[in-house]
């Protein structure tokens, strides 16, 4: 199995089983992974940090006998410290920031689940855009239209999955930038309950508790398995997400009833959806119906007109609080040091008291209460993926000078992602379909706070029922050298 053709063939779980039944090695796959890095990335620029020798040295020293054993893996240059190496979230300011010196909790999970890590992948400067086109790095083209965006802020991990480079990758969510680029790029993103996943030892909560961890992936099985390997508390954690009941892997398509479902196009802001999303929302829909589920039109009665002004006060508060985090400078960016958008969301912050800090909090956490009185009725809502189809690079351009207009494109663009990120429910994004030009079109999955399990349940039915993994991207036909 010299070069191991074959590696497209499989997800990760496949590849790790192949592993596992010595019909490959790790060190195959890790070469066959970097050989498609190699010839697919100039077009996609998603990998933008090598740790080809990482990797090796990883194999080298016995990986742990974990359910990815032997899998490449690539962490997002956001979050995620990795002893060793450098971390520069995007940004030319935090570009020369020194190698970590500890592994966050959730890489030692990672690696103890048996993945290897062979590099980073490409992200907007502080994860602030839905977009993936930073000035330090280069913009991240789309694996299906290299003129269109990956998403953001996982653009690279979405383009990296999308272009067949690895079956699965690092990603995080603060306001849709796992699901976004899943959408953009035709594969699988979940953003797990708030808090499943850990942030210790460097922080406790990430975006006033909007934002989380997890991946990327090819296949539904994958990223159930992975939330199996990475979920739970780390030391000192402020809160934790609901235990699950049994492992989210024995869950993949597999129900214990017929749900409730219910599946709504009204965008919190009164945003007109592209007719591809909502065709394939009603396939959706009717694909439900016809695997025996009770499916209706439900729009949620949420107080819609404070999620922006919600997110926009938490986010732009942050964002000062981030950029004062360089480790060595000893002080925070000039003007000309960051991108424009960042200078004017931490302007915004400024305004920001503590008294609105707190009133945004609680309403984040009154958006909760509406949507778990909702799912009281209701196991699964279903929305449109986006408002329409991966725009072009350049619209969501983080060098404008008005930051007002930035963030409204942002929210029309995607107005369907960070009201869960408030919420802190679990969403799922699945590629159900396809634009008539031939681009990724996806539907979101929405579950109750906790419950992730019965997303896997529903996805993993759909995903047998209207398969994807056959589709491939133009890119994806780079072939590596023989």
Known sequence: MSGFKQF?????????????????????????AIARVEARNPAVNAVVTKLYDYGRDAIGASLPDGPFSGVPY???????????????????????????????????????????????????????SLTCEPRLHGPTRNPWDLSRISGGSSGGAAAAVGARMLPIAHASDGFGSIRVPAACCGVVGLKPTRSRNTFAPFAGEGLGGQSTEHAVSLSVRDSAALLDATCGAGPGDPYVAPAPDGTFLSKVGKLPRKLRIAWTT??????????DFLRTLAETVQLCIDLGHHVEERDPEIDAAAIVPTFLTLASANTIVNLAGHPTAGRGPSEDEVERITWLTAKLGESVSGADYVRATQAAHRLGRQMAAFHSDWDVLLTP???????????????MDDVHEYWRRVFAFSPFTVWFNQTGQPGLMLPMGQSADGLPVAVQLVGRFGDEATLFGLGGELEEAKPWFGRRAPVADAQPPA
């Not at 499989?10 to 066959?32: F, W």
């Not at 020194?98 to 030692?108: G, M, V």
């Not at 009204?266 to 007719?275: D, E, L, Q, S, T």
Request: neutral net charge; aromatic residues 4%.
């Open 74 to 128: 690539l962490i997002k240059d956001l979050t995620s410290p990795i002893r060793g190496v450098r971390m520069t979230r995007g940004s030319t300011f935090f570009a020369d920031t020194p190698p970590a010196t500890e592994d966050s909790e959730h890489i030692k999970r990672l690696k103890k689940a048996g993945l290897v890590i062979f590099g980073r992948t490409n992200t907007c400067e502080l994860g602030l």
């Open 266 to 275: 009204r965008a919190p802001r009164g945003v007109a959806i592209h007719p």
């Open 8 to 32: 497209e063939d499989y997800d990760a779980m496949g590849l790790a089983q192949l592993v596992k039944r010595k019909e490959v090695t790790a060190a195959e796959l890790l070469d066959a």
């Open 385 to 399: 993926g986006l408002a329409e189809p991966p725009v072009k690079l350049g619209w969501l351009d983080m060098m």
